[in-house]
C-alpha cells in the first residue's frame, strides 16, 4: 500500500514537500517512482530513486527545482519540490514497480496558484 500526503494550494515560487508511506512489501528493496497528472493530461514521469537512495533520476520539467529522497527506516519516499510554477499543479502519486507489475498510491493535489 502507498499513501501520499502533503498536497496543498501553494503560491508560485513556493516549496512543498510530498511523503509517500509504504506499507505490505519489502521497500528498501524496491526503486520508487514520482508521476504526476495534470488535468486534462496524461500522466508524467517526475523523479525515481533506486533502492539504496544513491541512484536518482529527474525528468527535464523539474530538473534543478525538486529533489526526490527515501528513508528506509520509514519506509517513506519523499519529493521536496522548490521554486514551483503554475504548470506544477497536478495530482502526485507514488509508484512501485514489483514482480512486474506497477503499483500506485491514491495521489495527492498540488495546486500552485497565487
Known amino acids: 500500500q502507498l499513501v501520499e500526503s502533503g498536497g496543498v494550494l501553494v503560491q508560485p515560487g513556493g516549496s512543498l514537500r510530498l511523503s509517500c508511506a509504504a506499507s505490505g512489501f519489502n521497500f528498501g528493496r524496491y526503486a520508487m517512482s514520482w508521476v504526476r497528472q495534470a488535468p486534462g493530461k496524461g500522466p508524467e514521469w517526475v523523479s525515481v530513486?533506486?533502492?539504496?537512495?544513491?541512484?536518482?533520476v529527474y525528468a527535464n520539467s523539474v530538473k534543478g527545482r525538486f529533489t526526490i529522497s527515501r528513508d528506509n527506516a520509514k519506509n517513506t519516499v519523499y519529493l521536496q519540490m522548490n521554486s514551483l510554477k503554475p504548470e506544477d499543479t497536478a495530482v502526485y502519486y507514488c509508484?512501485?514497480?514489483?514482480?512486474?507489475?506497477?503499483?500506485w498510491g491514491q495521489g495527492t493535489q498540488v495546486t500552485v496558484s497565487s
Open positions: 509508484k512501485v514497480r514489483e514482480g512486474g507489475e506497477d503499483f
Open positions: 530513486i533506486q533502492s539504496g537512495g544513491g541512484g536518482t
